[in-house]
């Protein structure tokens, strides 16, 4: 089993939907966890940190529930310019070094 | 402010060339990251450094070494260049994790590498 499991998409959605990406973790000492944005042959950029609390930037939401390993990104009013590969980070530890990235899904937003 | 830079973006090598990626940041960060990414796999951790003289390996460090001479570089070198490293490296850097695990890393724009 990967230890970050994305489904990697793509999903076509029209602009103004609403669309939600899942993400599992297999260790359970998993301490923070992210969003970032890949564009296409660009390189990642930090999206959301993910709180425990659930937290919300403008149209994005991102949840965490620690209790079935999985957090959420939740993209409201699609834009033409969300479309991008999302990848779900999550770090066991301090430095960054116990850092683990899934291998993103794939978002289109069409007219 | 510059960020986080690489050099060379694009190269093509021969198998058994070798050469070094450079990364340079500009953000006083003490970590310092090399990842590869191919088609359908996350970023993989070649080597990290947490700070200048320090280098460790990572997830996949078989072929490729590291140096960090000063703070603000993080080379990579491939002695004996393989097909199999035929991918897109990205540099990255960090401040301390701290007691606070929840920080940024910031990425340099990557260097396309096929070897042929």
């Known amino acids: 089993r990967k230890e970050v499991e994305q489904d990697p998409g793509p999903f076509n959605v029209p602009e103004g939907a609403t669309v939600a990406f899942n993400c599992t973790y297999s260790?359970?000492?998993?301490?923070?966890f992210f969003w970032y944005r890949q564009d296409c042959r660009k390189e990642p950029k930090l999206l959301m940190s993910?709180?425990?609390s659930g937290n919300e930037d403008g149209r994005f939401t991102a949840q965490l529930n620690r209790a079935s390993q999985y957090i959420s990104l939740l993209i409201r009013d699609s834009k033409l310019s969300d479309s991008a590969t999302y990848l779900c980070?999550?770090?066991?530890?301090?430095?960054?070094?116990?850092?683990?990235f899934g291998a993103g899904t794939r978002l289109f937003v069409k007219a | 402010n510059a960020g986080v830079t690489q050099t060379p973006k694009f190269r093509v090598l021969k198998t058994g060339q070798s050469m070094t990626l450079l990364c340079a940041q500009d953000m006083n960060h003490e970590y310092m990251y090399w990842y590869r990414q191919d088609p359908g796999m996350g970023l993989r951790l070649i080597h990290y450094s947490v700070g200048e003289g320090t280098t460790a390996k990572g997830e996949v460090p078989d072929g490729y070494n590291v140096s960090r001479l000063k703070k603000q570089n993080f080379l990579l070198g491939l002695e004996s260049a393989a097909p199999s490293q035929t991918s897109v490296y990205f540099c990255a850097s960090s401040t301390r994790g701290g007691t606070s695990v929840s920080y940024e890393q910031y990425f340099g724009p990557g260097t396309r590498l096929t070897v042929t």
């Open positions: 260790n359970s000492a998993s301490q923070s």
């Open positions: 993910v709180y425990s």
């Open positions: 980070v999550v770090n066991m530890g301090t430095g960054g070094f116990k850092t683990i």
